[in-house]
């Protein structure tokens, strides 16, 4: 049973830095994808960034030079260090991790004031 914790999230001001953790238990054969998606209120769930195992990371175009995916393989862990947020940034954001299955964590809020 693959089990996702996720931390991190809060409020913060305009500008300000965030580092969200994702950390993934339960996985025995590794992981295909690790990643991020956020979902703002009345909106869809959008991709964030991910980063394929051997493959390059892809970012969302409003995140790119702002956010930085990595990960931590000994301790099966994705983080998503956020620099100069933005009120736009503000929304839940949920790890994900594909196996290829697919895993969820349970969300984590990220608020941004203006």
Not at 10 to 37: D, T
Request: with cysteine; glycine share 14%; charged share 15%.
């Amino acid at each position: 049973q693959v089990q996702l914790v996720e931390s991190g999230g809060g409020l913060v001001q305009a500008g300000g830095s965030l580092r969200l953790s994702c950390e993934v238990s339960g996985g025995s054969s590794g992981f295909n994808v690790m990643g991020w998606y956020r979902q703002a209120p009345g909106k869809q769930r959008e991709m964030v960034a991910v980063s394929p195992t051997g493959g390059s990371t892809n970012y969302a175009d409003s995140v790119k030079g702002r956010f930085t995916i990595s990960r931590d393989h000994a301790k099966s862990t994705v983080y998503l260090q956020m620099t100069s947020l933005k009120p736009e940034d503000t929304a839940v954001y949920y790890c994900i991790v594909v196996t290829p299955q697919y895993y969820w964590g349970q969300g984590t809020q990220v608020t941004v004031s203006s």
